[in-house]
């Protein structure tokens, strides 16, 4: 079904086009009536009063009957009028709008001639009306093809505009669940750690608390956000190294390489605490008890930034489709990142061979003006 809503009666943008268009087709009509009068010879019996008057009326009258076809066209959109009765109702009108003309055309004629007191000829109506019927046909349909195609092109655009809302708002939930499990995930492992040190070191386990606390008093409103700055981005990421640094202590060493201004770059948010998590978490075994974990961001000759997590610990046994099949935090990120970019971004973890370290990689098409401001 069309969508023809509109909150006035007249639709102004329809009239205008009407109105274009028939008064392209007045001037269209005078050129041929000056055409044939002046350099033909032809219309010598009509004065140009008649004709001036006869062109005004029959653009008033055809521009009044449009906005009344207009109205009576949306009707019957709006109600799911059948083509059945639509045909008809639509030759009828034809007919009305045929005997309109023509009674205008005549009017002008005896508005010319008031000082002689002509009035309406039956005989040169009927005559008139015969002899303009295919025209006057062809302008009605004309017209109504006009609403209908003005209708027709409104609806798409609403209901394109409908879609693609409904798709934000659909990108938008699903960006947020993604989001909202990040929180008990990220709780389950806090607490399990806080639960190891509170035997071990009381004063340590309650400022995990304190850290914790405070990560997520800070992180807890992110969900109104799709984008955050990566400068916002590494002060929370600041405060959930806090956290593991504790947890691990001399065990875990982490170096941070910023190579941007991070205020004019804007990332999703908690897009690289999972990314040091997977390292953490997968980086420990019985051989690599002691792990250093490298964060890096920077942007590349091609003007795309690049986030890297690196560790020296275990190996991956695992490519990345089989990681996002297995675990929460890669296939979050992943998840997240297609409902942001859609196929513009890469995620990437392997093992480097070069470096003998492990790789966690995320590569977006930053903005522009951001690089430009850079």
Same mark, same amino acid.
């Given at each position: ?80 009028? %059948?083509?059945?009765?639509? *045909?008809?109702?639509?030759? $009828? ?5 045929? &005997? +309109?003309?023509?009674? /205008? @055309? ?53 209901? %394109?505009?409908?879609?693609? *809302?409904?798709?934000?708002? $659909? ?5 947020? &669940? +993604?989001?909202?499990? /990040? @929180? ?58 806090? *956290?593991?640094?504790?947890? $691990? ?10 190579? /941007? ?114």
């Amino acid at each position: 079904m069309l969508n023809t809503k509109s909150e006035g009666f007249i639709e102004r943008k329809l009239v205008v086009l009407l109105a274009l268009f028939y008064t392209g087709l007045t001037i269209i009509s005078m050129i041929k009536t000056i055409y044939l009068k002046v350099f033909v010879g032809l219309l010598g019996f009509v004065t140009w009063t008649d004709i001036i008057i006869s062109m005004i009326l029959e653009w008033m009258g055809v521009m009044g009957f449009a906005i009344l076809i207009s109205y009576l066209i949306k009707s019957l959109i709006e109600r799911k009028t %059948s083509w059945r009765y639509i *045909i008809p109702i639509h030759l $009828f009108c034809a007919l009305i709008f045929g &005997a +309109l003309m023509t009674f /205008l @055309h005549q009017l002008a004629t005896i508005i010319d001639n008031l000082p002689h007191r002509r009035g309406f000829n039956l005989e040169r109506l009927r005559f008139n009306f015969i002899q303009y019927f295919e025209y006057n046909l062809l302008v009605y349909f004309t017209i109504t093809f006009i609403i209908y195609t003005y209708f027709y092109i409104k609806s798409s655009l609403a209901e %394109s505009e409908k879609k693609n *809302i409904i798709q934000q708002k $659909f990108h938008e939930a699903k960006t947020l &669940a +993604l989001q909202n499990q /990040l @929180h008990p995930h990220f709780l389950f492992n806090s607490l399990n750690s806080v639960s190891a040190l509170i035997d071990i070191d009381k004063e340590k386990s309650k400022d995990m608390i304190a850290d914790i606390s405070e990560y997520l008093y800070n992180t807890v409103n992110l969900h109104e956000h799709k984008l955050i700055s990566l400068e916002h981005e590494l002060e929370l990421l600041d405060k959930y190294l806090n *956290i593991i640094e504790t947890r $691990f202590q001399a065990q875990l060493s982490i170096k941070k390489e910023i190579h /941007l201004e991070p205020k004019s770059i804007q990332v999703p948010p908690l897009i690289i605490q999972p990314l040091v998590e997977n390292a953490v978490k997968h980086g420990y075994s019985a051989t690599h008890q002691s792990l250093i974990v490298e964060i890096e961001i920077s942007i590349d000759e091609n003007k795309l930034l690049v986030i890297e997590v690196r560790n020296n610990g275990t190996p991956l046994d695992k490519n990345l489709t089989e990681m996002k099949k297995k675990g929460t935090g890669i296939k979050n990120i992943d998840e997240r990142l297609r409902a942001i970019y859609g196929q513009d971004y890469q995620l990437n973890c392997y093992n480097d061979m070069v470096s003998s370290k492990v790789v966690y990689q995320i590569i977006l098409i930053p903005n522009i003006d951001d690089l430009n401001e850079k």
